[in-house]
């Protein structure tokens, strides 16, 4: 069983819509996550860096950690088709050293 | 600063050849990432630099793979005898001490 699990999708919503990600994670020690949405052929981009458990809202996206499920999530408000891309959620037990990536789940906002 | 940039974008090379790739790091990050992804898949770790010292090092790095920071300012990623295998997409990443990475655009790495 793999340490990060993320839904593949892909998953399909139409313009305007809000978009729901998740991850669940099998280690308790994860307290670092991340959320990187990464378009074809290229480098994942940062969109969420969150500590702990809680909510953090930036713009359009608000990520949720429940580290008493060991469940995070990822909320995309008024979805665009530009949001059309692969999200990743990544993972750590510490800020510097490497984290544990998911294998990332593909959505596609419909005009 | 424009970021992680990394080079070749591309590259391709005939089986048992070496490659060597680029990292330059977002000047004033003092952590340094490699990472592999192959389609389909999540970045997996490789190893990471504080730094010029190598901390970890993951066991997917076999001893064809070697990886340097010198003076803690670029990284270089060399794959000797490369294999069919080693296709794939190398990502590196930096980091200042607050955390967060910032990744590149990645070297596609096809071995023919």
């Known amino acids: 069983q793999k340490e990060v699990e993320q839904d593949p999708g892909p998953l399909s919503v139409p313009e305007g819509a809000i978009v729901s990600l998740n991850c669940t994670y099998s280690?308790?020690?994860?307290?670092?996550f991340m959320w990187y949405r990464q378009y074809s052929r290229k480098g994942p981009e940062l969109l969420m860096y969150?500590?702990?458990?809680g909510n953090k809202e930036d713009g359009r996206f608000t990520a949720q950690v429940d580290k008493s499920s060991k469940y995070i999530s990822l909320f995309i408000r008024d979805s665009q088709p530009s949001d059309s891309a692969t999200y990743l959620c990544?993972?750590?037990?510490?800020?510097?050293?490497?984290?544990?990536f998911g294998a990332g789940t593909q959505v596609v906002v419909t005009p | 600063d424009t970021g992680v940039s990394q080079d070749p974008r591309h590259k391709i090379t005939k089986r048992g050849q070496n490659v060597t790739f680029r990292c330059d790091p977002i000047?004033?990050?003092?952590?340094l990432y490699w990472y592999r992804q192959t389609l389909g898949q999540g970045p997996e770790f490789l190893t990471y630099?504080?730094?010029?010292?190598?901390?970890?090092k993951s066991r997917l790095l076999s001893d064809r793979f070697s990886a340097e920071r010198p003076k803690g300012s670029f990284s270089t990623l060399e794959i000797q005898r490369t294999e069919q295998g080693d296709s794939a997409m190398y990502l590196c990443?930096?980091?200042?001490?607050?955390?967060?990475?910032?990744f590149g655009s990645g070297t596609r790495l096809t071995v023919v």
């Open positions: 990443a930096s980091s200042p001490d607050s955390g967060g990475y910032t």
């Open positions: 280690n308790s020690a994860f307290q670092y």
């Open positions: 969150t500590y702990s458990s």
């Open positions: 990544a993972m750590s037990s510490d800020s510097w050293g490497k984290f544990q």
């Open positions: 000047s004033e990050h003092n952590r």
């Open positions: 630099f504080q730094n010029e010292a190598q901390l970890e």
